[in-house]
């Protein structure tokens, strides 16, 4: 994987960089194709997919926070079958990794996803979206609960032709217990971090802001915790991680890879500059031929007060 300064290997993959627009905030890729090549990417995440359409919350379904935003969109997406048919065949024309986020709200909804999917040429890997309610069982999150979130990592391990990485939940009582149980249920890696739950008050109205009462906090705000959160999970499992949390530079990339993380995905960047994954890309660079480095070298190297 040292061919190229940037490239990285994760779940047997190689990516040319180590830069992927996060889920959710990258529609199906296409939308992007106004602001850049997307073959300039190591890869993209999809917009989370379950098994029928969604339309998802009513309105107003996004509050402005002082250094990001607290959304509560509910997973409106097409459903998988509508991404296979009608994006998935004009996606194959670019040289990147696209990687379909996967939700459901039962075990069963994963693996009809991944059904759909596991067939459908021009997927590299699945990415899960833990932080579910499990509404057949109690409705308890997924990502909350280690045990859970290892019976759903073994079930579609079991049903996957493509590598799976799991999606850690910042919310989780204890985010490294659900790493290591994701781990041993055979997760290829882990991204983290979703979003982390929030409420905004409207002050003259003494309602919440957002229809659905609380949103998930993404943006500048979370990255000192989802860096943390990266660094200690690295600490614990040795499979590969994915960093997430209000990216906005190269510099911010670059902390999360020296936490521990050997790519990272950016977010709610992409709403105020639809080209900055070019931007992160492009510094990265530059500091690794600066430095005569790689990135797969800055994995980790962070170094702790002794
Ligand atoms: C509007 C919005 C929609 C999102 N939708 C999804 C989703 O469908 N699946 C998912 O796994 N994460 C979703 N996320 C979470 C992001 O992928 C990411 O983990 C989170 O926003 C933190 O990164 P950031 O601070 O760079 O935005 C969404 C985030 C936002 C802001």
């Keep these: 994987m040292s061919d190229h300064p940037l490239a990285v290997g994760i779940a047997g993959l190689r990516f040319k960089n180590p830069v992927i ?3 959710g905030t990258f529609g199906y890729g ?3 194709l106004p602001f850049l090549d997307l073959s300039r990417l190591g890869g993209f995440c ?5 098994p029928q359409p969604l339309q998802g919350n009513p309105p107003p379904r996004i509050v402005e926070t002082p250094a990001g935003m607290l959304n509560a969109i509910g997973l409106q997406n097409i459903g998988v079958r509508a991404f296979v048919a009608e994006k998935l065949p004009l996606l194959r024309a ?3 990794h696209v990687i379909a986020n996967v939700f459901g709200f039962s075990i069963e909804d994963f ?3 991944v059904a759909a999917l596991n067939d459908a040429e021009g997927v590299a890997a699945y990415e899960l979206n833990i932080s579910c309610p499990n509404v057949k069982e109690g409705g308890t999150q997924f990502g909350n609960d280690p045990a859970l979130a290892a019976r759903v990592t073994e079930a579609v ?3 996957a032709t493509r590598p799976v990485i799991v999606k850690l939940s910042p919310n989780a009582p204890s985010i490294t217990d659900v790493a290591r149980a994701v781990e041993s249920a055979g997760a290829d890696a882990v991204s983290l971090v979703n979003t982390f739950v929030g409420l905004a008050i409207d002050v003259y109205t003494h309602r919440p802001r957002l229809a659905y009462t609380t949103g998930g906090l993404s943006g500048p705000a979370i990255r000192p915790l989802a860096v943390r959160m990266v660094y200690e999970v690295s600490q614990v499992i040795s499979i590969p991680r994915i960093g997430i949390g209000g990216i906005t530079t190269w510099m911010d990339a670059l902390e999360f890879i020296l936490a521990g993380a050997t790519a990272v995905q950016l977010g709610t960047i992409n709403y105020t500059d639809p080209c900055a994954a070019l ?3 492009e510094g990265l660079e530059a500091y690794c031929r600066e430095r005569h480095t790689t ?3 800055l994995v980790g190297a962070f170094k702790p007060q002794a």
Excluded: H
């Design 295 to 297: 990135v797969a070298a």
């Design 111 to 113: 693996l009809e996803v």
């Design 21 to 23: 627009p996060a889920s």
């Design 157 to 159: 391990k079991r049903a």
């Design 279 to 281: 931007r992160v890309i």
């Design 46 to 50: 999809t917009k989370g997919l379950s």
């Design 94 to 96: 670019y040289d990147t």
């Design 30 to 32: 296409l939308e992007f």
